[in-house]
């Protein structure tokens, strides 16, 4: 899901495809449910409920499946999940940002505490990370959508406020209020994104390397891969030469 650093993409290229794939699948389909229920089950009256199919869609979910993920929000057996954000600190003192959505809020409390102290990390209250991140409308294009300067121009007529590009994708950010403006304006000069959402962004890096950095990476594989965490942000900032290191 969104949020995460380039080492997690490292971490994914090393295997378990299908695991993962599967993995996604359960939380894109789990926040179309949770969206679809929280409004209408119509895409074009419910934003969130929009934004959550465009980025189902974008991992080639199929339509049947997205149908079935509305459909069980107005179903008598459907779960009532609870949306809780979770804040910590991991090796070196990166902060972690945990989003979940669960049934069961004892059991995801307990599993995400126990993830950080198994891994390096230790939970802190409400407020004690999100200070250091700004919540933001981020919009991802593959590379192939363009240029940098090309996907910058598009940007600015859209009313982004920055772009951050690399290898693999373009990333546009904007203030999360006018994300689904600057989205459409982007999908006019660009065509479809490849996710849309909003997120947690660092306001600045915490340097790591060493040990530490291995360390933090098995925490924030831990934490994605359980069930009931849907989103994992974290401020940590990995030289090239570390990522290299890592990824051996």
Known sequence: MAGHSKF?????????????????????????TVAAKHGLPDPAMNPRLRLAVQNA?????????????????????????????????GPGGVGVIVEVLTDNRNRAASNVRSIFGKNGGNLGETGAVSFMF?????IVYPAAAGSEDAIMEAAIEAGADDVESDEETHTVYTAFEQLNEVAQAL?????????????????????IEGDAAGTLMKLIDALDDDDDVQNVYSNEDISAEELEKLAS
């Open 134 to 138: 700004d919540r933001v409308g981020q």
């Open 8 to 32: 997690k993409n490292i971490m994914h290229r090393k295997g378990r495809a299908d695991a993962a794939r599967s993995k996604l699948f359960s939380k894109l389909s789990r926040e179309i």
């Open 57 to 89: 869609k974008a991992e080639s979910m199929s339509k049947d499946v997205i149908e079935r993920a509305i459909k069980k929000a107005s179903g008598g057996d459907a779960e009532t999940y609870e949306e809780i954000r979770y804040e910590g600190f």
């Open 187 to 207: 999908e006019g000069s660009l065509g479809e994104a490849k996710s849309t959402s909003i997120v947690w962004r660092p306001k600045s890096r915490t340097p």
